[in-house]
């Protein structure tokens, strides 16, 4: 140790003489860097190359020189000085991707940043940095402590973020054209889940310039002797005013022009190393953090966010909390970014189904699908989907997520009023002529009855809301078709009535028509994809009077609190939904265990019952062990 520092010293005091003192210290630092001998070894040579730089002796001659003078001691000792730095280097990115302890990887990592601002002030060595990064994003063997220190402490700077977000994008290429994994590299999922930890880590957008917050670590911000590069295809009002902005500067001559300044090459860098990343395989874990942050921190810094669709596309196919992420992406891009997505709704309801109201990300993505309906400028027969879906949803859904399917059904039937055709279809003379306008094809019904006994399901009548309260037979309706239109046609009553549209200006005959509609029948059509084509204007909330003898008294009380709103839309408001996303079974339970009730109902059993049903009751169930 002892001979490590003499050593160490003589270099520093004595740096042309005993110049040879360089490769003993190299041996030692070889030999082993974790040990006391190699840290003291390493730190010495830090400070001898960054002296070097400051003396000019490590600088690189050009050809021209280097062919005059290739036999004088001073080019003959840069030369032998480049070399042994080029070995040091070697040496340093060796001990990151080494099975080495994390100490010592922190003090290689902390060493080549060093050197990387050490040749002259303002001057950012991009080449020693980008090898740097490509072991730190490539090599498994880097620890955790090493990738801690450089988001900590070197991310802040600009310099080293612009040139880590170059090196992200390459890295990334290389990992997706790899078709087979190498030895000692990372690819696939796990480049990308080494990308992303550092890619989250790095500012989105580059401070314009005089902020106080842009810092350079080579510092070249702060003395002042950079501009920023022009960027491709700059116009001439901007080129001018560069120009003007470079002349007028007081802090003194500018010594070259560098990209990493430019808010603009900042930005399209911040855009490759992301469309690199999304190119990648990720797991379905690190696809939902990419998917957070995607909406808010990334598209708007990206140079083109349209580049997003293809693959939040593929993300809205795997359907669940990835496909209403990804939906939510695609909603910002339709939003502020105006892209085209004409069947936006038709993928959200495709998402909607039961299994949503059961799973862990039900509060995230029905608060999703809350903002997407919030629009009042939704078509109506979507509108109306909706409505019937979370309607038929929220009979088999448990009372947290029936709650919700009801607050959901308020909220659209306030915004939508057209929508109220669902609680109350209104009746006209029109739609009772329509009926009385059917063709003699239709098969022919028997008669409404008044015995008790006969089966309703067998009377192939319209229901009251197409035929103006009367119960008319199809049967009666075939006689004469050209009569019925001409009696119609007399009545001036019907020539002022406006005619019933229910969805696509379907009449009630048409309707009547094409679905063969009995009484009792719902025509909506829950299997179907496309709201457009689940008939859901032209039925009625059945499920609301079911909702309303729930076994649980909230879904009860919600319904309840559904008809007073509608009635009186003035002096109601829309129910929070927010709210009502993390009710659970357990909050339900206690809620009722924390009440106090004033009297208990108690079941009084003479003796002690043996099964669920008494034995009469098993020939109304078959099959059912009671």
């Not at 399209?268 to 690190?286: E, H, K, N, T």
């Not at 799973?359 to 903002?371: S, T």
């Not at 559904?562 to 929070?576: M, N, Q």
């Amino acid at each position: 140790m002892q001979e490590v520092t003499s050593l160490g010293e003589e270099l520093l005091r004595e740096p042309v003489k005993r110049v040879n003192h360089v490769s003993k210290l190299l041996n030692v630092l070889t030999s082993d860097p974790s040990q006391a001998p190699g840290k003291t070894a390493l730190k010495y040579l830090k400070l001898f190359f960054t002296a070097s730089f400051e003396n000019g002796n490590l600088i690189e001659p050009t050809e021209l020189t280097r062919a005059a003078d290739s036999q004088a001691p001073q080019v003959r000792l840069r030369a032998w000085l480049r070399q042994k730095f080029e070995v040091l280097c070697g040496h340093l990115l060796g001990m990151l991707h080494a099975q080495a302890e994390e100490a010592a990887q922190v003090a290689a990592l902390s060493t080549l940043l060093e050197l990387v601002r050490s040749q002259q002030v303002g001057v950012f060595d991009h080449k020693l940095f980008t090898r740097a990064c490509t072991v730190l994003l490539q090599q498994p063997a880097v620890s955790q402590g090493v990738l801690e220190l450089l988001i900590s402490k070197y991310l802040q700077y600009a310099d080293v973020r612009f040139y880590m977000l170059q090196t992200m994008h390459k890295v990334a290429e290389c990992a997706q054209s790899q078709n087979l994994p190498l030895e000692g590299i990372l690819t696939g999922e796990l480049a990308g889940r080494r990308i992303f930890g550092l890619l989250s880590a790095i500012a989105p957008t580059l401070a314009p310039e005089g902020d106080e917050s842009v810092q350079s670590w080579c510092g070249a911000v702060e003395a002042g002797v950079v501009a920023a590069a022009p960027v491709r295809g700059e116009g001439s009002q901007q080129r001018r005013k560069r120009k003007r902005e470079a002349a007028s500067g007081e802090e003194g001559p500018v010594l070259g022009s560098v990209q990493w300044v430019n808010p603009a090459a900042y930005k399209r860098a911040f855009s490759d190393a992301w469309l690199g990343l999304l190119r990648l395989p990720l797991p379905s874990d690190l696809l939902k953090k990419v998917l957070v942050q995607l909406h808010s921190k990334v598209m708007p810094s990206l140079a083109n966010p349209l580049l997003l669709s293809d693959f939040l596309s593929s993300c809205l196919d795997q359907g669940g909390l990835l496909g209403m992420l990804a939906l939510n992406g695609l909603f910002t891009l339709v939003t502020k970014h105006g892209l085209e997505y004409p069947h936006f709704y038709v993928r959200l309801y495709a998402l909607l189904q039961a299994p949503v109201f059961r799973a862990k990300y039900r509060a995230r993505f029905l608060q999703l699908a809350d903002i997407f309906l919030s629009s009042g400028m939704v078509p109506a027969y979507t509108a109306a989907a909706f409505i019937k879906k979370f309607a038929r949803l929220a009979l088999t859904a448990p009372p947290a997520g029936a709650v919700i399917a009801i607050a959901f059904i308020h909220n659209l039937l306030r915004r939508h009023p057209s929508c109220s055709v669902l609680v109350n279809k209104p009746t006209t003379p029109q739609s009772a002529a329509a009926s009385a306008s059917v063709p003699a094809s239709m098969p022919t019904a028997t008669p409404p009855v008044t015995s008790k006994s006969t089966d309703i399901t067998q009377q192939h009548t319209l229901p009251d809301a197409l035929t103006n309260g009367k119960t008319r037979a199809l049967g009666h309706a075939s006689s004469s078709a050209s009569e019925a239109e001409s009696s119609d046609a007399e009545q001036p009553g019907d020539r002022a009535a406006p005619r019933a549209d229910y969805g696509g200006g379907q009449t009630a005959a048409a309707i009547a028509i094409e679905g063969s509609v009995e009484a009792g029948e719902d025509v909506f059509d829950e299997n179907e994809v496309d709201p457009a084509k689940c008939r859901a204007i032209e039925s009625s909330l059945w499920e609301l009077e079911s909702l309303r003898h729930h076994y649980y008294h909230a879904v009860a009380y919600y319904v309840s609190i559904l008809d007073k709103d509608l009635g009186d839309r003035k002096r109601t408001a829309e129910v929070d939904v927010g709210a009502l996303l993390r009710s659970s079974y357990s909050e339900f339970f206690g809620v009722e265990t924390q009440k106090r009730l004033k009297s208990v109902p108690v079941a009084f059993f003479p003796t002690p019952p043996t099964q669920l049903f008494p034995s009469a009751a098993k020939l109304e169930f078959p099959g059912w062990v009671c």
